[in-house]
């Protein structure tokens, strides 16, 4: 018989044992401080940890914004609150409230007196609304029980976090399931002098303390047309230098009509064109230096704000990722995951900007995280369908679109196979303005031989607006037979697209006249 001493030993060791099982099979999720963290506050990411703290799970929040090239920082929120889509719909409208004035006196309004715009006060009057939008985002968090972090969060390995405050202050904590919803931010050309220090994006151009004069916009993207839109009807002198298409990844055709009425409204494209530096003069403008990638031959001029935006890049590199084992894209350097968003380590998501191959729209993001707590925590099976998923571009005319444009229909389905239906039209209000409707177009892609409707494109006042009831029935899989025979509103912009009935087959006229 063993001593009495080592008997008790063994008692205690097989009490720890037991302790150690028992809390094993109780909840694998005790081990760790939360059941959910999210490393991001932007719109996905706030979508899915308040969804997911709906089921009673532990979450929290991981937010922390590094100062743009110029210094610009902001708050919980993410791109679409502070220096997208927000500020930037609101500039839309101040720039078509300008223009609304300007056609005015013809429906009857007499504005006496010298009319001008004070950007100052614009700016003001967006970034409180952009910062009481910050703290709705805190409170709901708080009201949810969601724990907030103004930090920035690195990985340890698959279930830790460094967690580092701006004041340098480090804490590590621990997570059963870890969302990756950082987004990105605008990319500046490595190669071109001057620009990452003289020049300003999408993160700054919002909260200018002062009006930005003569601007060029480098870019031809939908971030690079809106803002080029809005500055334009501001009554700036604004360029936009394009190295190549108009809006690539939407319908080209589209694309060049949005270019083509901001070219007639005023605003100057400089095209196949790219910039090789930018030096800045002792008066503060910037000499900005060019080529023309068809002649060869240089150009110069002055301008007192240069934009990039030239596209977004995901903000992965202090993630550390290599030390939870998730994959990226080599080329794209986002975030590969499957169609339940789920990364290379089975234990973490990625959702929104930052993944590879995804749309990066504000309403996805969200969308795909709610969807993806409800599976993590709830019954839910559903997964985030990426198909005829609807957007608008805010320019002066505003373009929107839900599923294939026609040059993605044309290469899916071949020529043969594809019937486009489609009409210039004229809005009513632009009848007593006498303002040029010759870019204002419909087209309806659809499949020849079922029907179905493959893509809707709307160029005209309030497109956004059109667009969304058309999206529903689009995800319900409309046909031009239903759309056709679905009875219009009148007098609106949105009738013209259930009148469609003129082919580009056809070769017909497709301009709309009367009722």
């Given at each position: 018989m063993l001593p009495t001493r080592h008997l008790r030993r063994l008692d205690i060791i097989r009490r720890h044992l037991q302790q150690h099982n028992a809390r094993k099979v109780s909840?694998?999720?005790?081990?760790?401080?939360?059941?959910?963290?999210?490393?991001?506050?932007?719109?996905?990411?706030?979508?899915?940890?308040?969804?997911?703290?709906?089921?009673?799970?532990?979450?929290?929040?991981?937010?922390?914004?590094?100062?743009?090239?110029?210094?610009?920082?902001?708050?919980?929120?993410?791109?679409?609150?502070?220096?997208?889509?927000?500020?930037?719909?609101?500039?839309?409208?101040?720039?078509?409230?300008?223009?609304?004035?300007?056609?005015?006196?013809?429906?009857?309004?007499?504005?006496?007196?010298?009319?001008?715009?004070?950007?100052?006060?614009?700016?003001?009057?967006?970034?409180?609304?952009?910062?009481?939008?910050?703290?709705?985002?805190?409170?709901?968090?708080?009201?949810?029980?969601?724990?907030?972090?103004?930090?920035?969060?690195?990985?340890?390995?698959?279930?830790?976090?460094?967690?580092?405050?701006?004041?340098?202050?480090?804490?590590?904590?621990?997570?059963?399931n870890i969302v990756i919803a950082v987004g990105g931010r605008?990319?500046?050309?490595?190669?071109?002098?001057?620009?990452?220090?003289?020049?300003?994006?999408?993160?700054?151009?919002?909260?200018?303390?002062?009006?930005?004069?003569?601007?060029?916009?480098?870019?031809?993207?939908?971030?690079?047309?809106?803002?080029?839109?809005?500055?334009n009807g501001l009554g700036f002198d604004t360029s936009v230098m394009v190295r190549s298409v108009f809006l690539r990844g939407f319908d080209q055709q589209m694309g060049n009509l949005v270019a083509a009425n901001m070219q007639c409204n005023g605003t100057r494209f400089i095209e196949k064109s790219v910039p090789t530096a930018i030096e800045k003069n002792q008066d503060g403008t910037l000499q900005v230096e060019w080529k023309n990638l068809e002649s060869g031959y240089t150009h110069r001029d002055l301008f007192d704000t240069v934009m990039f935006a030239i596209g977004r890049e995901p903000e992965t590199l202090f993630l550390q990722l290599d030390n939870a084992g998730v994959a990226i894209n080599v080329n794209s350097r986002k975030i590969i995951v499957d169609e339940n968003e789920r990364t290379s380590a089975s234990n973490i998501y990625g959702i929104?900007?930052?993944?590879?191959?995804?749309?990066?729209?504000?309403?996805?993001?969200?969308?795909?995280g709610k969807c993806l707590a409800r599976r993590l925590f709830g019954a839910s099976t559903q997964i985030m369908d990426y198909t005829k998923i609807p957007t608008t571009v805010f320019t002066p005319l505003e373009y929107s679109t839900v599923g294939l444009s026609e040059e993605d229909a044309l290469m899916k389905y071949g020529d043969e196979n594809i019937e486009v239906y489609h009409a210039y039209y004229k809005p009513l209000e632009?009848?007593?303005?006498?303002?040029?409707?010759?870019?204002?177009?419909?087209?309806?892609?659809?499949?020849r031989h079922n029907n179905t409707v493959l893509g809707l494109h709307f160029?005209?006042?309030?497109?956004?607006?059109?667009?969304?009831?058309?999206?529903?029935?689009?995800?319900?899989?409309?046909?031009?037979?239903?759309?056709s025979s679905t009875i219009g509103i009148h007098p609106t912009g949105a009738e013209e697209i259930v009148k469609l009935n003129i082919?580009?087959?056809?070769?017909?006229?497709?301009?709309?006249t009367g009722c």
């Open positions: 909840s694998n999720a005790e081990e760790y401080d939360y059941d959910l963290v999210v490393i991001g506050g932007g719109s996905g990411g706030l979508s899915c940890a308040k969804e997911g703290a709906q089921f009673g799970k532990r979450v929290a929040v991981l937010d922390y914004v590094s100062a743009s090239a110029q210094g610009t920082t902001w708050g919980l929120g993410g791109t679409c609150v502070n220096v997208g889509c927000i500020p930037k719909k609101l500039m839309h409208h101040a720039a078509q409230l300008g223009d609304a004035i300007e056609v005015s006196e013809k429906y009857g309004w007499i504005i006496s007196g010298e009319v001008s715009h004070s950007w100052e006060t614009l700016v003001q009057h967006v970034q409180n609304h952009v910062k009481s939008l910050n703290w709705g985002h805190r409170v709901q968090l708080q009201e949810k029980s969601v724990k907030y972090f103004n930090a920035n969060g690195a990985f340890q390995d698959n279930h830790t976090i460094k967690a580092t405050s701006k004041d340098g202050k480090e804490m590590f904590i621990t997570a059963e605008p990319k500046y050309p490595e190669n071109v002098p001057g620009a990452v220090e003289y020049c300003v994006s999408s993160d700054d151009i919002f909260s200018l303390s002062k009006p930005p004069g003569k601007t060029l916009v480098v870019g031809a993207s939908y971030v690079a047309l809106e803002c080029a839109g809005f500055l929104g900007d930052v993944i590879h191959n995804r749309p990066e729209l504000t309403p996805v993001a969200i969308m795909a632009y009848t007593v303005a006498e303002k040029d409707a010759s870019q204002c177009y419909i087209k309806a892609v659809c499949d160029l005209g006042p309030h497109a956004g607006e059109v667009m969304q009831g058309f999206a529903a029935a689009m995800a319900c899989g409309l046909s031009y037979d239903q759309l082919t580009k087959r056809s070769g017909e006229d497709p301009t709309v």
